[in-house]
Every structure is written in structure tokens, then in C-alpha cells.
């Protein structure tokens, strides 16, 4: 189990963040870049000074702002950082680079070796054993970073955006290949990432972090379906926030007697989740005009003017278009109050659209 | 450029590089085309004409010694930003390398003369700074640690910290870490340092000239002779100082450039 409940000072601003990965959880964090993710990385790594906070692996303190203080320095934590430069020894061969960890004893020797040519050949280096790293491939390159690490038998593995750069298919290969190995051996381990399909592919719990802070944990689909604020929907990819007037009666029973979200609230339209015609069943019907239509991936791209807002979605047709007006249904969106909380939704109220939406539930 | 350019570009850039090369080994063509054979048989014939070159052999290896064991260090914590104000250390280390030779030999009067604190503690176990070996070596030291502290220190700083940051997650304490990633990566870069401290050591002349003018290494066999006997018989000494000093660099040169193939497979 990794627990780290890290606050670390950054010339900009101060990061807190408190995460908890049971062994063989795989947790993403997720976020712009500067958000701070890194710097957690660091923190649990022992890479920088805690300002406050404790990291506790596997019953074992490794920092602790006290008291008693506690700072293990990064040799002895059994922690793995993998960054999105493979970070090989240039002057080591593969076999040099795998091996590199120091092993306990002799025979620890013996076996590191037996294992070596084990994980090279499921890592498919088993070629590749006397090549530099000069020759290697990118994707080679990465997987010998990781074979390294898992060589080392870390308690913990961190991955700092470690695929970036690389072609889709090949992160693709790669997150499945981690995947797969941290199951094998159960340790906890943390992704960073800013782009959100790396987070869900490799992620069974996904964090997301603005400016320091932990703005939402769940699963990868709850965060996007459900967002907690504005500002999460807007990390994970929310293009429109259509204006909605939500009386007492929509909300209120959520919210509870007496604190009804009054005044004027935004849904949430995510690009993905967007059908076109109108479908009053299945969420917010949008009615607007066509401001653009690009092909998007085997789709289109759709822009969508309602007065001061756009949305943007993506469909698998090329929309049909009636006097310049297009209707659109946002499959059940996530609805924001006014101070950008996600505001509970419950069938059968009504919430009354400002323009040229229709309310759907 | 035009398909029909390209080949004549190549021709007149190795033509250019030739050209500089050659003005860069005027000397040695002088020194190569200015000597007959009888000349430097004669001259090496002399009684005791090996001994400056013992001399100056010994002198450079000790030199070589101290720059590895004393000066590595300071190189290292200059790269690595590990001392406070380190554009004043810098500046320190620039500041004696601009210093002419020979001031440097004036100075180091002041520093380890006999009449000096620093002086009086070296007399004080029987040594002196002043006329011999020791002496010869100071001067050397003082004539060469600039160069290899900034050579050394570009070839530490050359190594990527994350590689050293990524060997201690994986289990090295930091002197294993320095071990087996800092030093074999800054050591392509480190040789070359040496070579040039070696060099520089070698054909120390003006400190050397102040304040160990005995015992006699190359350089001042060949100012002594061109004073007594003149450039002819000078010459010789100079050819024997270019032949012994070479091979180091010219080693180091070659393991610099395998080390570099071998990490580029």
C-alpha cells in the first residue's frame, strides 16, 4: 500500500495532494501540464523536500515531516521512477542497463540473472542483449526502462508521462505491457499524464489535479461522466457548457430543503457524448447554428453557436442542416450552479433552457 | 545548392581545413625540417641528456597525480553547483588561468618562498619550495589545474543528472553512483582534460623558470642550451619533448573517440 499525503513548495504555488494506491491499484494523475503531478512523483520518490506530509510504503515510513522527521534518502525507498525519457546508461549494453540494479548477495546475483533473460524475452529484448542504447528504438528504449525497474523489485512503480512522444499504437502496446506486469507483481503504482485517453487506458482510479490540488478521484469513467466542478469537465474534455435555468423542483430534493441552486447553472456538453437530432429522452436537446463541420477521425467535427456559447461535438455523420439550425442531443449531461459545483440531477424536474435548449429530464 | 556545387564545396572546405591544419603544425614542420640526424645524435649523446627528461617525466606524472586527486573533486562540485557562489569560484579558476606564467612564478615567491609562512612550514619538514623537485612540481600544478578544472569540470557537467537521480532510484548509494555512471560517462571528457593538464605540464616554462630552475626538466635543458650553445643544438631537446609528451593525449584522443563509438554501438 503507498499512502502520500504530500504538500511541497513550488516557486509558483504550493502543492497538496493526498493519494492512497493499494497494491496492484493503478492510479492516474491527471491534469495540465504545471498542475503539479510531477512534483507528487517527486515527493513520494524522495526527489524533493516536503514542506509537510508523510509517505508510508508498504508499513514503511519514507518521509515524514514529524515529528519525528523522517527523509530515506531515494537509495533506500524501493521506489521506481520511469519518466518519459527512458533515462538508460548510454555506456551500459541492455543486458547492463536490466541488470543494473545491485543485488543483495550472490545467489541474488544468480537469480537476477535467470530473471533477466526471462523478462528480456517477454519484454521481446531477447535479441537486443549486447546492443547500446544508442541503437535502440523508442518503444525498445522504454521497454528496457521498464524492465529495469522491475528487475530492481520495487514496492512502487511511478510513471512520469512516460510515453509521450511516441506513436498511439506503440502506447497502446506499451500500457498494456505495464499493465500486465504490475499484476503480476502487486505493487502500486501512479501514472502521470495530460493526456486523458494515456490516464484511462492505463488507470483503474484516476485523480485529477489543478494548480496543486486534488480536484476529483474516482474511476476513470466517473470522473468524465460526473464531474465534480466546471473545472474538472473542463480538464477531461467538456467543449460546451450550454446555459440552463434549474428551478427548485429539479434540484432541490438533492441539494436539500431550504438550499435550492437558484439563478442561471451551465450543462456540461462533451464532444464524445453528443448524437445528432434531438432525442428529449436521452438528455439536453441543443438546437443552434452550424459555425463549422471539419472532419474529425472517421467523423465530424461540429461546431455549434447558441448566442455567447459554442459547442463543440463530434459525429459519425455529416449532420444534416435546416435553414442554418442543426439539433443535437447531449447524451445526459453533468449540470453546474453557478459557482461551477456540479449540481445533483434527478428525474422528473424541470429545468427550463435560456436559449435555444430544451430540457431533457 | 545545385547538385553540380556540392561536390566542389566539399573539395574547398577540405582544402580550407588542410590549409589551417597545416598553419596550426608550422612549428612542428620547422622543428622537423631543421634538424639533421647527426644534429640530434650528438645532442642526445651529451652526458646527462636524459636526465631533464626524467625530470620532466616524473614532474608531469606527479602533476598528474595531484590535478586527478585534488582538482576532480573541485571540478565535480563546480558542475554540479554543490558550492556557494559559484560564478566566484569560476571566476577564481579563470582569473589563474589568465595569469601569464611567468607572474605566476613571481607570485608563488610570495606564496612558497622560503621567507613565506607557507614557506617556513615546508622547511619546517625538511623540503623547499625553492629549487627542486617539489618546487617543479608546484609550478607545473600551478601552470596546469586551470585548464583541467574546466576541461573536467564541462565533462562532469556534460552527464545528465537525471541518469545519476535514476541510478540512485534503482538502488546505488552516491558513490557507487559517481562509480559506475558519472565517472565512466565524464570519462571520454576527463582524458582529454588530463591530456591537455599533461601538456600543459610538460612545457611549463615560465613559473617553472622563477622558481625551479633546478632541477632541470626539458624545457629549461633547451632555454640552457639555446643560451649557451645555441638554437641548433636546442632543437634536438625540443623533438624529445614532442615525442615523449605526445602519446598521452594521442591516447587519450583515440580511447575518447572508441568510447564515444562503442556508446553509439
Redesign the interface.
Known amino acids: 500500500m503507498l499512502d502520500a499525503d504530500v504538500e511541497v513548495d513550488r516557486r509558483d504555488f504550493a502543492v497538496r495532494a493526498a493519494v492512497s494506491v493499494p497494491p496492484g491499484e493503478r492510479l492516474a494523475l491527471f491534469g495540465p501540464s504545471g498542475a503539479g503531478k510531477t512534483t507528487i512523483l517527486e515527493a513520494i ?1 524522495g ?1 524533493v523536500p516536503l514542506r509537510r506530509g508523510r509517505v508510508v510504503l508498504r508499513g514503511r515510513v519514507l518521509s515524514s515531516t514529524g515529528p519525528p522527521a523522517v527523509a530515506v ?9 520511469l ?1 518519459q ?1 527512458p ?1 538508460l ?3 551500459l549494453s541492455v543486458r547492463g542497463n536490466l541488470g ?3 543485488a543483495a548477495d550472490a545467489a541474488g546475483r544468480g537469480d537476477r540473472a535467470r530473471r533477466l533473460d526471462e523478462l528480456a524475452g517477454r519484454l521481446g529484448l531477447g535479441g537486443l542483449l549486447q ?5 535502440l528504438s523508442g518503444g525498445q528504449a522504454h521497454r528496457v526502462a521498464l524492465g ?2 522491475l528487475l ?1 523489485d520495487c514496492d512502487a512503480l511511478l510513471l512520469d508521462e512516460p510515453y509521450s512522444g511516441l506513436d498511439a499504437a506503440l502506447r497502446r502496446s506499451l500500457t498494456e505491457l505495464v499493465i500486465g506486469l504490475v499484476g503480476d507483481r502487486e505493487v502500486p503504482s501512479v501514472l502521470v499524464a495530460h493526456e486523458l485517453p494515456d490516464a484511462q487506458a492505463f488507470a483503474s482510479r484516476l485523480a485529477v489535479l489543478d494548480r496543486g490540488s486534488v480536484l476529483q478521484t474516482g474511476t476513470p469513467h466517473e470522473v468524465v461522466l460526473r464531474p465534480a466542478s466546471r473545472r474538472v469537465a473542463e480538464l477531461v474534455g467538456y467543449l460546451g457548457f450550454v446555459p440552463v435555468r434549474a428551478s427548485a423542483a429539479a434540484v432541490g430534493a438533492e441539494v436539500g430543503a431550504g438550499e435550492a441552486v437558484a439563478g442561471e447553472a451551465v450543462a456540461g456538453v462533451h464532444p464524445d457524448r453528443v448524437v445528432a437530432g434531438a432525442h428529449p429522452g436521452r438528455g439536453v436537446v441543443v438546437t443552434g447554428t452550424l459555425t463549422r463541420c471539419v472532419p474529425a477521425g472517421a467523423g465530424w467535427e461540429v461546431g455549434l453557436g447558441l448566442g455567447e456559447a459554442t459547442v463543440v461535438c463530434r459525429l459519425a455523420d455529416r449532420p444534416q442542416v435546416r435553414d442554418g439550425r442543426l439539433v443535437v442531443t447531449a447524451l445526459d449531461p453533468p449540470c453546474f450552479g453557478p459557482d461551477g459545483v456540479a449540481v445533483p440531477k434527478h428525474g422528473g424536474g424541470d429545468m427550463k433552457t435560456i436559449q435555444g435548449v430544451t430540457p431533457a429530464w | 545548392m545545385p547538385r553540380l556545387l556540392r561536390p566542389a564545396s566539399a573539395v574547398a572546405s577540405v582544402a580550407g581545413a588542410a590549409v589551417i591544419w597545416i598553419a596550426l603544425l608550422g612549428p612542428v614542420i620547422a622543428l622537423l625540417t631543421h634538424m639533421s640526424g647527426r644534429a640530434i645524435v650528438s645532442a642526445l649523446e651529451a652526458p646527462g641528456a636524459f636526465g631533464p627528461l626524467l625530470v620532466s617525466v616524473e614532474a608531469g606524472g606527479v602533476t598528474l597525480a595531484v590535478l586527478m586527486l585534488i582538482c576532480t573533486p573541485l571540478a565535480w562540485m563546480l558542475a554540479r553547483g554543490r558550492l556557494p557562489f559559484p560564478r566566484i569560484w569560476e571566476a577564481g579558476v579563470i582569473a589563474s588561468m589568465l595569469l601569464p606564467p611567468l607572474v605566476i612564478g613571481l607570485l608563488l615567491v610570495f606564496l612558497v618562498g622560503p621567507y613565506t609562512w607557507v614557506g617556513s612550514v615546508i622547511g619546517d619538514l625538511h623540503l623547499s619550495a625553492t629549487n627542486t623537485f617539489l618546487a617543479l612540481v608546484i609550478a607545473e600544478v600551478y601552470e596546469s589545474a586551470p585548464y583541467y578544472v574546466l576541461g573536467a569540470q564541462a565533462a562532469f557537467a556534460s552527464v545528465d543528472p537525471r541518469l545519476e537521480q535514476q541510478a540512485g532510484l534503482l538502488g546505488d548509494r552516491p558513490r557507487r553512483v559517481f562509480r559506475r555512471v558519472t565517472l565512466p560517462l565524464a570519462a571520454p571528457g576527463l582524458a582529454m582534460s588530463l591530456a591537455v593538464g599533461w601538456a600543459r605540464a610538460m612545457g611549463a616554462f615560465g613559473a617553472v623558470l622563477i622558481i625551479a630552475y633546478h632541477p632541470y626538466g626539458i624545457p629549461m635543458q633547451i632555454y640552457t642550451t639555446l643560451q649557451e650553445t645555441g638554437l641548433a643544438s636546442a632543437l634536438p631537446f625540443a623533438l624529445v619533448l614532442l615525442v615523449v609528451a605526445l602519446p598521452l593525449p594521442l591516447a587519450a584522443y583515440v580511447w575518447s573517440a572508441r568510447a564515444g563509438r562503442r556508446r553509439r554501438g
Open positions: 520518490a526527489l534518502p531515494p537509495w533506500r525507498r524501493g521506489v521506481g521512477l519518466r525519457d533515462g546508461f548510454p555506456h543494473y540494479a545491485p546492443a547500446m542504447p544508442a541503437r529495469r525497474l530492481a
